[in-house]
T-cell receptor, first 116, second 111 residues
Framework: KAGVTQTPRYLIKTRGQQVTLSCSPI?????VSWYQQTPGQGLQFLFE???????NKGNFPGRFSGRQFSNSRSEMNVSTLELGDSALYLC???????????????FGPGTRLTVL | GNSVTQMEGPVTLSEEAFLTINCTYT??????LFWYVQYPGEGLQLLLK?????DKGSNKGFEATYRKETTSFHLEKGSVQVSDSAVYFC??????????FGGGTRVLVKP
């Protein structure tokens, strides 16, 4: 079974631009979560989508948004990029159901975003 | 809120040495506990997990036991290899699908 895939793997943007990252979960997984990894802040939770609805949200500004499609693929968008948004963005999928289920998360390789 | 504390690295070992990485947590309810490993330039790989007290997770020679009384989930391996050089993250999830991570421990195994 194919793992979680993320595209693109690398991105370079300039301040003020916006960016969209894509994530395809493991087949059959309906939950997709996003995390930001930086040397200073470590791994931080951005948000989770399940059945096309945002179920949980971390403490990030409104410039960070996401969505999920009917095939469970997810995108996250960052508008008005800042230098501090440079990070590795990781997507994870799980088999969790609406109530209960297996919450084990499996991660993709990440998208490395550099903001100049 | 929930939190995970793990020992800071780097941890430098010789091949075939014994590895222990300490991890303690604070959480409401009954969390599930995980160890993930990250190799250079890659995402996180699930190493092992435990979902209830006294469960032992194991994989690839690594083991960790869910100790509720000490709120700990220490990672151990009896004989490390150069290929075990990586960053190891302890994490938990409680009442939801949000993972809370420790700061990560870099392990360097020298031949």
């Amino acid at each position: 079974k194919a793992g979680v895939t993320q595209t693109p793997r690398y991105l370079i943007k300039t301040r003020g631009q916006q960016v969209t990252l894509s994530c395809s979960p493991i087949s059959g997984h309906r939950s997709v979560s996003w995390y930001q990894q930086t040397p200073g802040q470590g791994l931080q939770f951005l948000f989770e989508y399940f059945s096309e609805t945002q179920r949980n949200k971390g403490n990030f500004p409104g410039r960070f948004s996401g969505r999920q499609f009917s095939n469970s693929r997810s995108e996250m968008n960052v508008s008005t990029l800042e230098l501090g948004d440079s990070a590795l963005y990781l997507c994870a999928s799980s088999l969790r159901a609406l109530a209960g289920g297996d919450y084990t998360q499996y991660f993709g390789p990440g998208t490395r975003l550099t903001v100049l | 809120g929930n939190s995970v504390t793990q020992m800071e690295g780097p941890v430098t070992l010789s091949e075939e040495a014994f590895l222990t990485i300490n991890c303690t947590y604070t959480a409401t309810g009954y969390p599930s506990l995980f160890w993930y490993v990250q190799y250079p330039g890659e995402g996180l790989q699930l190493l092992l997990k435990a979902t209830k007290a006294d469960d032992k997770g194991s994989n690839k020679g690594f083991e960790a036991t869910y100790r509720k009384e000490t709120t700990s989930f220490h990672l151990e391996k009896g004989s490390v290899q150069v290929s075990d050089s990586a960053v190891y993250f302890c994490a938990l999830t409680a009442a939801g699908n949000k993972l809370t991570f420790g700061g990560g421990t870099r392990v360097l195994v020298k031949p």
